[in-house]
């Protein structure tokens, strides 16, 4: 149950996209849809963000989007806001347990 | 209105015994799966544990297998988590979570309680 991979910071200036990695292998990112991305603030409880790869939950801003390519599932925030600056974390089910990434630390410049 | 409520969290020794809480409302608990998710201090999130509506399947990272074992009362529409012989790398702030499909996502989350193991 390796954690999935995630670059550990990226960072973009108000109004700019980013995108964020996460990857895994054909067990777990690359065998199934089950993917899904949660936004962190500190000292608050994780938000559901995007599932099933590419599906956003009612009242989350259609800047936010997901895909995935092989064992590579991506987000990407575009007009970025200083609202968005938090850790995101992506997760993956796989073999009767979930994984999580390492997360990442979005910084709006 | 979803919310989900953990209790249960303290200050405990290595190999101590506890059981967390989450008491849920504003869904029937009973039609959901439902998680447990940790996060250590100033660490990622880490998924624990997790069981079907029913009870009739459980589920454990292999961290906590044999140490841990996760319950419901649909009744009562609360949760459980009862943690065994508990180490140091225990110390988390822990979540309970609805899932919305066997491990599939997590839709709403509690506000964590603190679990601290240290002598």
């Known amino acids: 149950q390796s954690a999935l991979t995630q670059p550990a910071s990226v960072s973009g200036s108000p109004g700019q996209s980013v995108t964020i990695s996460c990857t895994g292998t054909?067990?777990?990112?690359?065998?199934?849809?089950?993917v899904s991305w949660y936004q962190q603030h500190p000292g608050k409880a994780p938000q559901l963000m995007i599932y099933?790869?590419?599906n956003r939950p009612s009242g989350v801003s259609n800047r936010f989007s997901g895909s995935k390519s092989g064992n590579t599932a991506s987000l990407t925030i575009s007009g970025l806001q200083a609202e968005d600056e938090a850790d995101y974390y992506c997760?993956?089910?796989?073999?009767?347990?979930?994984?999580f990434g390492e997360g990442t630390k979005l910084t709006v410049l | 209105e979803v919310q989900l409520l953990e209790s249960g969290g303290t200050l405990v020794q290595p190999g101590d015994s506890l059981t967390l809480s989450c008491a849920v409302s504003?869904?029937?608990?009973?039609?959901?799966?439902m998680s447990w998710v940790r996060q250590a201090p100033g660490k990622g999130l880490e998924w624990v544990s997790g069981i079907s509506g029913s009870s009739a399947f459980t589920y454990y990272a292999d961290s906590v297998k044999g140490r841990f074992t996760i319950s419901r009362d649909n009744s009562k529409n609360t949760l459980f988590l009862q943690m065994n012989s508990l180490r140091a790398e225990d110390t988390a702030v822990y979540y309970c979570?609805?899932?919305?499909?066997?491990?599939?996502?997590?839709?709403?989350w509690g506000q964590g309680t603190l679990v601290t193991v240290s002598s």
């Open positions: 504003g869904f029937t608990f009973s039609s959901y799966a």
């Open positions: 054909s067990s777990d990112v690359g065998a199934h849809n089950y």
């Open positions: 997760s993956s089910y796989t073999s009767n347990t979930l994984v």
């Open positions: 979570a609805k899932d919305r499909g066997r491990l599939r996502f997590f839709d709403n």
């Open positions: 099933d790869v590419g």
